[in-house]
């Protein structure tokens, strides 16, 4: 019985402990992420653009929290872009940036620009960024700061006096339409950032919300954001009226006029948008082929080597080029070409199954394939002591005229050749 009593004290007392412990939060209601463009020179693991959204951490407003990141090997800022990325509504809050240290060595930096290109449109905490023409002094210039191993960045958000507005109902993706008519739209984008985004792009789409920073829609047309400039170029987008095979193309690209990053020497992107519903993958693609200057510089035969994207987006998209994407290639690619500079086509063929209906029409001739420009002159044919190569045309050339006459001379100069070794 005394046992018994104890007991039950004890378990009063214990219970009594633990209302007065203040409950701890397991996450924080908001979440952070740090994203940044770095030096794939320094460290070619990490690349240029990694995904860091592993390391996110979670936090509460009004309370000052660290997001760290820790690296294997040393790596360097690439010089354009660093940035906290939150889901805090914008507008409504605001934050700072309370310290930044590399391997423990606090950067001096002024306050961070603030915007609404965070995580679904939340607030940002840019440390530079470099693209924003908005932002006439960069809080701090991430190409100047060396190699590192470990970043801390200690921050605050809190509310602000201006309310944030009611969140834009999403918009519904529609059912795909197997008797429809859609569109394809070719999307590139060189190495110096000259672009065309994807048709349902949020920000540079058709219509995305960028464009009202600037001075009109440009998603028609190759443009750059450092300047707001439209560059050179005329898109042929395809409308798809059933099953067949269609092409989309750009002409008269000029892609060495960036004011920033000068000409490119590549694409990081080649790809196809389109306005066509990808939920429950209801079509087929087949023998999508890369044309550059006219020839033919590789196919995706089927769906096992065509990548397909746009999930994210509602809708169809697929890549050729994308150095971002390991399934091509990556920065290497998958296959050579040379960036047009004299306003060559640059197109995207292809074949699509799944509509109720054919279309007829739909079937562009095939171009020429062409071997790669070389990169050196040939070198001149050795003659190497035996038959001469001059002597070969003329047999070529002269064998139905006068074969026998050719053949005897040949073998009298192959045995004198022989005899002279």
């Known amino acids: 019985m005394k046992t018994t009593k104890r007991l039950w004290v004890l378990t009063l007392a214990l219970a009594l402990i633990l209302t007065l412990i203040p409950a701890v939060s397991a996450a924080g209601e908001y979440t952070a992420e740090f994203a940044a463009q770095f030096n794939p020179d320094v460290n070619g693991d990490v690349g240029e653009w990694p995904d860091l959204s592993g390391v996110s ?44 240290t590399l391997d423990g060595v606090e950067v001096e930096m002024g306050a961070a620009y603030i915007n609404g290109e965070g995580i679904g449109g939340g607030l940002r905490l840019a440390l530079c960024n470099k693209w924003n023409s908005d932002i006439e002094e960069q809080p701090v210039d991430v190409e100047t700061l060396g190699e590192f191993s470990v970043l801390e960045i200690t921050f605050i958000v809190f509310s602000s006096d201006e309310p944030p507005p009611p969140p834009p109902p999403a918009p519904e993706t529609p059912a795909f339409d197997p008797n429809g008519e859609y569109t394809a739209y070719l999307g590139i984008q060189g190495s110096n950032w000259i672009f065309r985004n994807a048709w349902a792009d949020a920000s540079f789409g058709e219509n995305g919300s960028v464009w009202a920073d600037y001075d009109g829609n440009h998603f028609f047309s190759l443009f750059e954001t450092e300047d707001g400039s439209v560059h050179p170029g005329t898109f042929t987008d395809v409308t798809l009226k059933g099953n067949g095979t269609y092409r989309a193309s750009l002409t008269g690209a000029d892609f060495s006029g960036s004011i920033a990053n000068g000409a490119a020497d590549a694409f990081n992107l080649l790809f196809l948008s389109t306005n066509i519903p990808i939920a429950g993958e209801p079509l087929e693609f087949s023998d999508v082929r890369v044309i550059i200057g006219g020839s033919t510089r590789h196919t995706f035969r089927d769906m096992d080597t065509i990548v397909i994207e746009g999930a994210d987006k509602g809708y169809y998209e697929i890549h050729c080029i994308n150095r971002w994407n390991g399934e091509l290639g990556g920065e290497d690619g998958l296959f050579g070409y040379v960036v047009p500079t004299g306003g060559e086509e640059i197109a995207i063929e292809f074949t699509v199954s799944g509509f109720a209906y054919d279309n007829e029409d739909a079937e562009p001739p095939a171009p020429t394939l062409a071997p790669p420009p070389p990169t050196e002159p ?7 002591g035996g038959l001469r190569v001059w002597l070969l045309a003329l047999i070529l050339l002269g064998a139905a005229a006068g074969a026998a006459a050719i053949a005897v001379a040949v073998v009298v100069l192959v045995k004198k050749s022989k005899k002279k070794q």
């Open 378 to 384: 040939p070198a001149p044919a050795e003659d190497g």
């Open 57 to 100: 951490i979670a936090f509460d407003l009004g309370a000052e929290s660290t997001l760290t990141v820790e690296f294997d090997a040393p790596v360097a800022f690439g010089g354009n872009y660093a940035a906290i990325n939150t889901d805090v509504p914008f507008p409504g809050h605001t934050g700072e940036i309370v310290s930044f």
